[in-house]
């Protein structure tokens, strides 16, 4: 069973950046990992996804050039990193892993993952 908890949310200025981690346990080496969040009165919206190898990756428009997500599977930790925040980005972060082991394609739908951390909730502040 795949179990994930994110951690690094908090309230920080625009402009300003944070780094938020999920840890997993359960095997997720071998899933592609991915970000999503979801800002109140909207729908959850991918952010970013990851390969199980690490080599590939994929954004959102509207996080692209802003946003990193990377993973260390020595550690079964998976990482987004966010910088230039802006007051839009608010929201509950969530990380997730594919329903797929050793998966060829990187998803950006919700139904797609079937295993989902608790949340971080990020305020950024105008």
């Known amino acids: 069973q795949v179990q994930l908890v994110e951690s690094g949310g908090g309230l920080v200025q625009a402009g300003g950046s944070l780094r938020l981690s999920c840890a997993a346990s359960?095997?997720?080496?071998?899933?592609?990992m991915g970000w999503f969040r979801q800002a109140p009165g909207k729908e959850r919206e991918f952010v970013a996804a990851?390969?199980?190898?690490?080599?590939?990756?994929v954004y959102a428009d509207s996080v692209k050039g802003r946003f990193t997500i990377s993973r260390n599977n020595a550690k079964d930790t998976e990482y987004l990193q966010m910088s230039s925040l802006k007051p839009e980005d608010t929201a509950v972060y969530y990380c997730?892993?594919?329903?797929?082991?050793?998966?060829?394609?990187?998803?950006?739908?919700?139904?797609?993952?079937?295993?989902w951390g608790q949340g971080t909730q990020v305020t950024v502040s105008s």
């Open positions: 997730a892993a594919d329903r797929e082991t050793f998966g060829p394609i990187l998803r950006r739908v919700v139904s797609q993952y079937d295993y």
């Open positions: 359960g095997r997720t080496f071998s899933r592609n």
């Open positions: 990851i390969s199980w190898t690490g080599a590939d990756t």
